[in-house]
């Protein structure tokens, strides 16, 4: 049974950091790009940023583009996002996915494996 397993979630200032952990089983982890979405209260779920079996490639939204950065430990089936420089709009529920190609990762309707998602709040 696959399971993604996220952590680090909480309450930040703006302006503040947070590291997102998302650990995996159940997997052949370095066959599989993982990825971090995000959703907002009232909003649908949105990517954020996702990367290759290997590292080699990254894709980033725009959004977080420069404050964001993802990476994986395959040694360790985890894969982490590094948040900075937070803001109010950034508080939303984070999911961890997994797909067997980076093209799958990029949308919400073809990942093969979700996470049950960790809370990041930014306050003002």
């Known amino acids: 049974q696959v399971q993604l397993v996220e952590s680090g979630g909480g309450l930040v200032q703006a302006g503040g950091s947070l590291r997102l952990s998302c650990a995996a089983s159940?997997?052949?982890?370095?066959?599989?790009?993982m990825a971090w979405f995000r959703q907002a209260p009232g909003k649908e779920r949105e990517f954020v940023s996702a990367?290759?079996?290997?590292?080699?490639?990254?894709r980033v939204a725009e959004t977080v583009k420069g404050r964001f950065t993802i990476s994986r430990d395959n040694a360790k089936n985890t894969v982490a996002l590094q948040m900075n420089s937070l803001k109010p709009e950034d508080t939303a529920l984070y999911y961890c996915?997994?797909?067997?190609?980076?093209?799958?990762?990029?949308?919400?309707?073809?990942?093969?494996?979700w996470g049950q998602g960790t809370q990041v709040t930014v306050s003002s």
């Open positions: 990367i290759t079996f290997r590292g080699g490639t990254i």
């Open positions: 159940g997997l052949t982890f370095n066959n599989y790009a």
């Open positions: 996915a997994a797909g067997t190609s980076i093209v799958k990762v990029l949308s919400v309707g073809t990942v093969n494996y």
